[in-house]
């Protein structure tokens, strides 16, 4: 029945097909949902998506690759990233990986990148990650990565980032540097907490002096 009202003209029937596909390991299921993401309607090939990760399709891989590199429409680009984040495929995490890396690739793609692989893949981007965040330090034109990567990095409780937050408290952007106490915050170095010290005992510092009071106040 399913199959059959995919093959309607509605896209918005296609696409509740499809929904309702992913509940089976049939073949046939699974070619139709490998089929949904040739589709001309973007709801479709969005469906498509989502039945391959509740699914775990491992044949659909291709095709949410393929969606990744060249879907014209910016939500199934992104939604295919979060799909092959959760794929447990070597060669296509370590494609996620280079992108992080690929100083060609927008900035956008390199942040969904390091979001979709940095909840169960940290150990793999975090050289380049720590790279990519060192270079936005130093070029104002990378500002929103700067901060997209420093409200990532605030979330986690990793020692190899007190060097970031280091850096990020040391830096003169006062939200940069309030970015690096988030992650003091989060994470207690040894190392850094001079620094957040010294914030608090500043009068000049304004706000970031009665964040970083705040802050040490937690201990």
């Known amino acids: 029945v399913l199959a059959g009202i995919y093959e309607d003209g ?27 993401f040739r589709d001309s ?18 044949e659909a891989v291709p095709s949410v690759a393929y969606r990744a590199k060249t879907d014209p429409v910016e939500a199934v680009k992104m939604r295919a990233f979060e799909v092959l984040g959760s794929v447990n495929d070597a060669e296509t995490l370590s494609w996620l990986a280079g992108l992080v890396r690929d100083d060609k690739s927008s900035d956008k ?28 330090l130093k070029d104002d034109k990378k500002t929103w990565i700067r901060y997209e990567c420093g409200k990532f990095l605030s979330k986690k409780n990793d020692g190899r980032i007190s060097s970031i937050a280091s850096a990020y408290i040391q830096h003169k952007d006062p939200a940069t540097k309030s970015l690096g106490m988030d992650m003091f915050d989060t994470n207690r170095f040894a190392d850094v907490r001079p620094l957040v010290e010294a914030i608090a005992a500043n009068d000049k510092m304004g706000a970031l002096q009665s964040r970083a009071k705040k802050i040490l106040e937690k201990e």
């Open 41 to 58: 309607n973007y709801k479709v090939r969005l469906e498509a998506l989502d039945a391959t990760e509740r699914g775990k399709i491992a």
């Open 10 to 36: 509605d896209p918005v029937l296609r696409a509740a097909a499809v929904n309702g596909l992913a509940e089976y390991k049939e073949s046939e299921a699974v070619s139709l949902i490998i089929a949904a």
């Open 109 to 136: 793609i390199r942040m969904k990148a390091v979001t979709v692989l940095g909840k169960d893949h940290f150990d793999l981007i975090y050289p380049d990650l720590e790279a990519l965040v060192m270079q936005s």
